[in-house]
């Protein structure tokens, strides 16, 4: 949506509607910096979604000028939408200053800071999802921060001066790529297979995004390409959407980068289809390969099926099932 125009001291958002950056992000440790100037009419929103609506996990926080707030909204699920309000803090800006608005994704928790350029001042709101079984209502509290960096114009006129991500320095970096078993959905932080594994090894990353496709990783990959990974690891398939060209494409794009690739099986799924999904990926890629079909299976043999025991949902890993995942990693 055409909201604003670039000028020579920025982006003026002079309009109503939402413009998203074409780069999905879901690197789980990060920060989002705008550097703006507002009016005394001003009602804007900085947040996370897909480009073109629907991302599982999209985060909207607002400030708004007239009625001295910053939000933070809930699950953000509808770009054409503002959902309602979940947490507030008063907010009565000196519109004369610029503001450094910073978004926060700290694993599950969202979080805004808006400092006063002048005063030093900050003013900030957060929530923590707590994503395990049987919480629907928190799960998303807030949303996820995944997605396409997003601005929304929905009152009054605000000027963006510069806009950029930062996510931690790592040192060879190994970036954990997958959906939402590599994000972690209901199990509890600490206890997601790439939680298990940092404490071995501190250069792990994780960039997971529930509900996503391989497509999706692709995109990611592209995006943040800048933290110079030195492997990544990927675990997709289980929402669908793989084909040996698709697989292609994403052992290209990662070995373009030289970086190595680890491309795993998708753990047991309840109908027997990661038998077919596994085997795809067996004849699209001869490199390594952690074996999660062999984890959550019973007895380690996907032709017996999904070790229920292993799982919180249809497919989902349990803590005991992330765990089985993790010990995989050793011996593949």
């Not at 002048?118 to 994503?131: H, K, R």
Request: proline content about 4%.
């Amino acid at each position: 949506t055409a909201i604003g125009s670039k000028t020579q001291n920025g982006f003026e958002i002079n309009g109503i509607g939402n413009m998203v950056l074409n780069h999905s992000f879901s690197i789980e440790n990060r920060i989002s910096v705008f550097k703006v100037h507002l009016e005394s009419n001003s009602n804007i929103g900085f947040g996370y979604i897909a480009n073109g609506g629907y991302a599982p996990g999209g985060t909207l926080f607002t400030i708004d000028v007239p009625n001295k707030m910053i939000n933070l909204h809930d699950y953000w699920s509808d770009a054409s939408t503002v959902p309602t309000v979940r947490k507030s803090a008063s907010f009565n800006p000196n519109v004369s200053h610029d503001f450094v608005v910073t978004m926060i994704k700290n694993q599950r928790t969202n979080r805004i800071e808006v400092y006063d350029y002048v005063t030093g001042d900050v003013t900030s709101v957060d929530t923590t999802s707590t994503a395990v079984l049987n919480d629907v209502t928190n799960e998303f509290a807030g949303g996820r921060q995944n997605g396409c960096p997003s601005i929304v114009g929905i009152a009054g006129t605000c000027l963006i001066k510069s806009f950029r991500i930062v996510a931690p320095s790592v040192s060879n970096p190994v970036i954990i790529y997958g959906d939402s078993i590599t994000e972690g959905d209901r199990v509890e932080l600490g206890s997601r297979y790439a939680d298990i594994i940092k404490q071995e090894n501190s250069n792990v990353m994780v960039s997971g995004m529930s509900g996503t496709t391989i497509d999706s990783v692709i995109d990611r990959i592209r995006s943040e390409n800048a933290l110079k990974p030195k492997t990544i690891i990927v675990t997709i398939g289980t929402n669908g959407g793989n084909s040996p060209e698709k697989i292609s494409a994403l052992v290209k794009e990662v070995t373009d980068m030289n970086c190595q690739l680890i491309l795993n099986h998708i753990p047991a799924k309840p109908d027997g289809s990661h038998v077919a999904v596994n085997n795809m990926i067996e004849q699209s890629w001869n490199g390594r390969s952690f074996r999660f079909d062999l984890a959550t299976s019973k007895n380690n043999d996907p032709a017996q099926g999904q070790d229920t025991s292993l799982f919180a949902d249809e497919f989902h890993p349990n803590a005991a099932g992330h765990e089985n995942m993790a010990k995989r990693t050793y011996l593949d």
